[in-house]
């Protein structure tokens, strides 16, 4: 980028990085197309790649394939799928820093202009919070503050009426900030390395020698290491054969390359991801309960997904779109107590509602919906 950057001095221009070489030279120009293809392919070739390697994943649903996993996986294993373009908008971010480092000659507008686009990103980044582990989230979050700190930082130094006194403590500020982000890169990966250790130790620790008994590693993905270090750490060969029985049962559903990985399409897969993501303690609940209540809950279960989540894409036009967020928690547990002819009445003015508002084929819709989980209710109203 300094090849960019030229200064006029006592009327010469010359390159800013070396002053040998003066701006209108056959040798400046030859170096200014060799900086500018390099920024280009550091800049837009590496992000086209990126989309079109996303895209091309996407549309095949192949994210959780194993061959695309070892070649690309580095740009999307880390992150839910959910919020892949969040990939996208950290290489916008990086575009958009090179670009106003190298075409904005003012200072003062550079630090402007990057405290906006560093504000803007922290605001997706933590609305979307992309990453699998929260830590990464958090160390993210740290980074962009401190680049914020930078830019603001920088925006204050230009100050005229900014003190001599206040200017040390500004510098104090975001020294500290900058401090701050580095114990926190420093503890994150001191507990990486932790977990490392910890996955490994039980594979190779002296309590293994004489047992006679693999340790498989199916499951180390799947649950914490700390946890897996305490569980296996002097287990018996019972237990360790115990464990080996377990991954083998989960390996096939816990594996990145199964139909329902973090990293699958399929529209089973997401319905589940956003189902424990929502409420989690259903995996507590699957773990202890009974046969009769799990019957219950499978029913209700593939209910919720066939005739709602599944045919959301058909079915545009829905009751949960025409409802405010602050009340949806509320409508739901009323709709769960209410008696029975409450329910119809409010089944009855919903139908109404929906043709005023979207027609006759949109009331249509939803009495075929209703009629096929509430034909209690139908009856009663119709």
């Not at 686009?117 to 740290?142: K, R």
């Not at 089973?268 to 989690?280: D, I, N, Q, T, Y």
Request: proline letters at 2%.
């Amino acid at each position: 980028m300094d090849v960019l950057n030229c200064d006029n001095i006592a009327g010469v221009v010359v390159m800013s990085a070396d002053v040998s070489i003066e701006c209108v030279s056959t040798e400046y120009k030859a170096l200014r197309v060799f900086s500018v293809v390099g920024l280009l392919i550091y800049t837009f070739a590496y992000m086209a790649f990126v989309v079109l390697m996303m895209f091309s994943l996407f549309r095949r649903q192949a994210f959780s394939d194993p061959s695309n996993i070892r070649r690309f996986g580095f740009l999307y294993t880390k992150v839910e799928l959910d919020y892949l373009w969040m990939e996208v908008i950290s290489l916008a971010v990086r575009i958009t820093f090179v670009a106003v480092s190298v075409f904005i000659g003012d200072t003062l507008s550079a630090a402007a202009s990057l405290a906006v686009v560093t504000m803007l990103w922290l605001l997706l980044h933590v609305y979307s919070a992309p990453y699998i582990q929260s830590e990464l989230d958090v160390l993210q979050s740290f980074l962009v503050v401190s680049l914020l700190a930078l830019a603001f930082g920088g925006l204050m130094f230009f100050n005229p009426k900014l003190g001599a006194g206040k200017r040390r403590v500004l510098e104090k500020g975001i020294l500290a900030v900058l401090a701050l982000m580095w114990v926190s890169f420093c503890a994150l990966f001191v507990k990486e390395i932790v977990g490392k250790v910890q996955i490994l130790e039980p594979r190779t620790g002296p309590w293994l020698r004489g047992a006679g008994v693999p340790i498989s590693t199916e499951l180390y993905d799947t649950f914490k290491a700390g946890f897996i270090y305490r569980a296996l750490k002097n287990a018996d060969a019972e237990l360790l054969m115990d464990w080996e029985e377990l991954s083998q049962m989960l390996a096939d559903w816990m594996s990145n390359d199964s139909f329902t990985s973090y990293l699958s399409l399929e529209v089973v897969a997401r319905f589940w991801r956003k189902l424990v993501g929502g409420f989690p303690e259903i995996v507590d609940f699957l773990a202890i309960a009974d046969e009769e209540s799990l019957t219950h809950f499978r029913e209700f279960i593939e209910v919720l997904y066939k005739d709602f989540y599944v045919k959301k894409h058909v079915q545009s036009r829905s009751l949960h779109g025409h409802l405010n967020w602050k009340d949806r928690g509320p409508m739901a547990l009323w709709l769960a107590m209410a008696p029975i002819q409450d329910r119809a009445f409010f089944a009855g003015f919903m139908t109404e509602a929906f043709k005023r508002v979207h027609g006759a084929q949109a009331e249509a819709s939803l009495k075929a919906r209703m009629r096929s989980q509430l034909s209690k209710i139908l009856d009663c109203c119709m």
